[in-house]
């Protein structure tokens, strides 16, 4: 049963970064041209319909699931580096720095999501740059905690004191005995934070603080549909349905790298 | 005198600091461990045992007395004795880093010191009875008592002066611990180190140590030669250990 859903989620996963790859290269033409009426139902030649410029819908949505996985996965890549370093770190060292270090993450995490991100669209002002940088904020209190978490329990372990005893320096102990034995617990939240940090692209830019029209990104695409919910529901149906199913896979295949990785560690409910 | 702990004390205290609250992990503990000797380290968990491991190699400084390593004072900085001494502890699931070749964790001392020397790794291990091949294997690819040799291996590739054994077969089988004491006393006779055996089961230590100390509640309550300690125990608590035996 788990299996095949984490399989299923791979598979919905796979096929989202499919199609934002086919969209860089414009496979069902460009997202910026008006090719019919507005508004108009799906039918040959749009065939998700038009949006309230006349743009066929399914380059929009390619578009956008492009942008928003692109500035995600960034993000993310950011988080897990800045993560590692500082729960590493504030694990293996404790003290000082970990209190220094902790104490700083709590109260970012103290924050609820979008009111931080409203703050950093605020001070570098609405763009791709303030979701990047709202994502890396949102996603970085949980993922450096747990990896604090992984890696005191690592620094603990024997072959970490015999390192020390035969006069290992710091760097040396860091990259070779705690970075690889906590690298599980990294790979798992990366996955979780892609899709937090997907979630917090769509209210961002729904919001009107993140991705920028006329780009489109899930959130955008999500914002004007709800402007034309009952007129043209094809316009909010399409990206609402992915923006669902990528947070979804993404989740699903965040469980199953975690029951490889931690096998012992509590199962998700599903 | 390999290693010298004189008068030592090591406190731990916990708490804020209204109210703090004071461990004497040792107090005044003298030890001495001389040229090609063992000096077995007994006593119950809790007992100070593992803090005079750790003041041994420097890992922990004592609070009140001095620690003196081949004659001299412990330098400041650790660094300064590595590959000098090292240590064999306790779990054998934890004694590799399960992510590195077996190769690699027996190298490490070696690289630390910014020498690379392959064969000496192979010959390493085949010196503890395990064949040069396994260098490319990984530790949950190895039994308890292959891991071990490993850790033996790895303390001893440098030709360290002295070494410490801190519960270094205690997770072992009994047939399989047998290997390991008489692997331990094969290698002490070829490589000639210094050692202190800490252990908790007296039967062990009889087996492998030349001197024995027993330490209780922080303190060192008898030290002895292994005949005389196992025939006339002085110490009323040594007596009570022996007799539990």
Known sequence: ?270 | MILELDNVTVTFTAGPPFRREHVHAMRGVSLYVAEGETLGLVGESGSGKTTASRVALGLQRPTAGAVRFEGKPFPKRRRELAGHMQAVLQHPHWSLNPRMRVGASVAEPLAVLGEKAPDRVHEMLERVGLEAGLATRYPHELSGGQRQRVSIARALVTRPRFLVFDEAVSALDVSVQAQILNLIKDLQREFGFSALFISHDLGVVRYIADRIAVMRGGEVVETADTATFYTAPAHEYSKRLLEAL
């Open chain 1, 1 to 270: 049963m788990k299996d095949w859903l984490t399989r299923a989620g791979m598979v919905c996963l796979g096929l989202i970064v499919l199609v934002a790859l086919a969209s860089v290269v414009n496979l069902a033409g460009d997202p910026d041209e008006i090719v019919g009426p507005r508004l108009a139902p799906p039918g040959p030649g749009y065939w998700l319909g038009t949006d309230n410029l006349g743009r066929s819908m399914l380059p929009r949505i390619m578009e956008g699931i492009a942008t928003t996985l692109l500035l995600s996965s960034v993000a993310v890549l950011v988080t897990a580096a800045l993560s590692a370093v500082l729960g590493i770190v504030a694990g293996y060292r404790g003290g000082v720095v970990n209190e220094l270090i902790m104490r700083l993450v709590e109260v970012l995490y103290s924050f609820p999501a979008i009111v931080l991100a409203i703050l950093v669209a605020a001070v570098f002002g609405p763009g791709q740059l303030a979701a990047l940088a709202s994502i890396v904020l949102v996603t970085i209190p949980l993922m450096t905690r747990l990896v604090r978490a992984a890696a005191v329990g690592v620094a603990q372990r024997d072959y970490v004191t015999a390192a020390i005893i035969s006069g290992a320096r710091l760097p040396r102990i860091l990259g070779r005995h705690l970075l690889p034995n906590v690298a599980g617990t990294i790979a798992v939240q990366v996955t979780y934070a892609l899709s937090v940090g997907i979630a917090v692209e769509g209210g961002l830019s729904f919001l009107g603080f993140g991705v920028q029209p006329p780009q489109a990104s899930l959130g955008v695409l999500i914002q004007q549909g709800t402007t034309y919910m009952t007129a043209a529901p094809w316009m909010i149906t399409g990206p609402g349905v992915v923006f669902v199913v990528a947070v979804l896979a993404i989740n699903v295949v965040g469980d199953g790298l975690r029951d490889r990785f931690e096998p012992r560690q509590a199962r998700s409910l599903v």
